[in-house]
């Protein structure tokens, strides 16, 4: 680590420390995703932004993992226990660097092959900054959405306004012993991980985000405008002897009654009043199998959830536990009485 990374690390640590509340997903990482606290640990970060590192050190104190600013010692030889895919971009530009991961991975497995008693774990960590998706058209509000190409001073804005809304998400560890048993040593092996990393944090941002939104009308017009909708509107207009018009008003209106109207500053508050009701009517909230919905949703699968009930409470219990275990909250498709 150079001076000048511990000095910024030192400088913001207690700010981070006021405004930042980190929430881990999982809680229990042990069982969870097979971290060994007893084997050594690297964390592997998207950007090497201070904040994500001062707030994984917030998550990792709470979870009892060895901190991510501390030196890590293997074979006698020193290195980095937090890596970083590509550097924060500066001010002007939205592009990231690479910081030259592969050839510490190289590195690392050629350590591997020369020490059989090694065993480093890779544990890649996606820090979230509030959960707001993409939008179709930019606004005002982008200014402090999370993305990965925020710069230092646009980190600043969002550490401000969400730092309370941090998310700590960890993933399964990788044994560097096994890869280097089953793949090599050698630098094509470090380029194929940096690349299959890069890829996971891409997925692990959307599950955790959601697709980018369409504006409201956009979404309106373009169901109006499906077959299915169009033909459903003809019919309508036949058998109830009404004008198009008529039943392009209908259904607009039915349109607007279902669609799902997601609104991430809504979804905050809400989060803070649940917590206060849950914590008032329930000795606690039990979750299982959750990992295995993670899973899914980090490989890409798109989820319908059905509660077993259609109250009003579970779907807000419902959205409140997906939200926590680190899920975009479901975009509920109800109608009136529903």
């Avoid at 890590?72 to 030889?77: E, I, N, P, Q, V």
């Avoid at 905050?268 to 295995?292: C, M, P, Q």
């Amino acid at each position: 680590m150079s001076w000048m990374r511990k000095v910024l690390l030192s400088v913001f640590h207690y700010p981070v420390k006021l405004l930042v509340k980190a929430h881990s997903i999982p809680v229990n990482v042990e069982t969870e995703l097979g971290i060994d606290k007893g084997k050594p640990i690297v964390y592997l970060l998207p950007t090497n932004s201070v904040t994500d590192q001062l707030a994984l050190k917030m998550s990792t104190q709470a979870l009892g993992l060895p901190v991510p600013t501390d030196t890590l010692t293997l074979a006698g030889r020193e290195y980095p226990s937090t890596l970083f895919l590509r550097k924060t971009p500066p001010i002007f530009r939205s592009a990231a660097k690479d910081t030259g991961i592969e050839d510490v991975f190289t590195d690392l497995f050629h350590l591997h092959r020369d020490h059989e008693n090694l065993d480093l774990q890779v544990v890649p960590v996606f820090v979230s900054w509030g959960r707001a998706p993409g939008k179709g058209k930019p606004g005002l509000s982008d200014l402090i959405a999370d993305n990965a190409a925020a710069s230092w001073l646009r980190k600043l804005f969002i550490v401000l306004f969400l730092g309370r809304d941090n998310f700590i998400s960890y993933s399964k560890a990788v044994s560097a012993r096994a890869m280097s048993n089953q793949h090599g040593s050698d630098q094509r092996i470090a380029h194929k991980l940096v690349r299959v990393a890069s890829t996971h944090f891409q997925r692990k941002r959307q599950s955790m985000t959601g697709p980018t939104l369409l504006e409201r009308q956009e979404l309106n017009n373009s169901v109006l405008g499906s077959d299915a909708v169009r033909r459903a509107m003809a019919e309508e207009s036949r058998s109830k002897k009404i004008s198009h018009e008529q039943a392009k008003e209908r259904a607009q209106s039915y349109v607007t009654e279902i669609a799902a109207d997601y609104r991430e500053g809504l979804i905050r508050f809400g989060d803070r009043l649940l917590t206060r009701i849950w914590n008032k009517i329930y000795n606690g909230i039990s979750v299982g199998h959750a990992e295995r919905i993670r899973e899914l949703a980090a490989n890409g699968h798109e989820i319908v959830y059905v509660p077993c009930h259609r109250s009003h409470m579970d779907y807000l219990l419902l959205t409140y536990v997906i939200y926590h275990e680190g899920m975009v909250t479901p975009h509920i498709a109800a109608g009136i009485n529903l």
